[in-house]
């Protein structure tokens, strides 16, 4: 597991805990953040990404602004996928990655919220086994 730290207040903690209180694992915490989101955020909404792109990908950098389209099948190991515009092109980019901008405060929680989830927790290494 990624070391994480802590999520950032304290009302942020106790949603985050009521929320998840009978997941079982990492796996079921992502599956109640989906619902939580699909509820929650209202598509098309600006985000500028604040997290540097893993090694070798291109598109969305650290300091782009970007219009979130809509939701894309979760990854493995980056979590939720959102389907971003930046200009003209349309990217993939992990939801953490990304922080609202000009966006509805219960819009804006929830993403803050899945943020620092993924932060503290995130999900397990996937261990591949050769058979």
């Known amino acids: 597991m990624k070391a994480r730290g802590k999520p950032r207040d304290?009302?942020?903690?106790?949603r985050l805990e009521a929320l998840?209180?009978?997941c079982n694992n990492e796996w079921e915490q992502l599956a109640t953040l989906e619902g939580y989101l699909e509820e929650h955020l209202q598509f098309p909404f600006q985000a500028v990404c604040d997290a540097p792109p893993e090694a070798g990908s291109?598109?969305?950098?650290?300091?782009?602004?970007?219009?979130?389209?809509?939701?894309?099948?979760?990854?493995r190991q980056q979590g939720i996928m959102v389907r971003v515009k930046k200009q003209q092109?349309?990217?993939?980019c992990p939801l953490f990655r990304l922080r609202p901008f000009?966006?509805?405060?219960?819009?804006?929680?929830?993403?803050?919220?899945y943020r620092a989830w993924f932060r503290a927790v995130g999900l397990p290494e996937?261990?591949?086994y050769d058979e």
């Open 126 to 128: 996937i261990e591949e």
């Open 10 to 14: 304290f009302s942020q903690s106790e």
């Open 58 to 75: 291109t598109g969305i950098g650290e300091g782009d602004r970007v219009s979130v389209l809509d939701f894309l099948e979760a990854d």
């Open 89 to 92: 092109r349309v990217y993939r």
């Open 102 to 113: 000009h966006v509805n405060t219960p819009q804006a929680q929830s993403l803050l919220d």
């Open 20 to 22: 998840l209180a009978d």
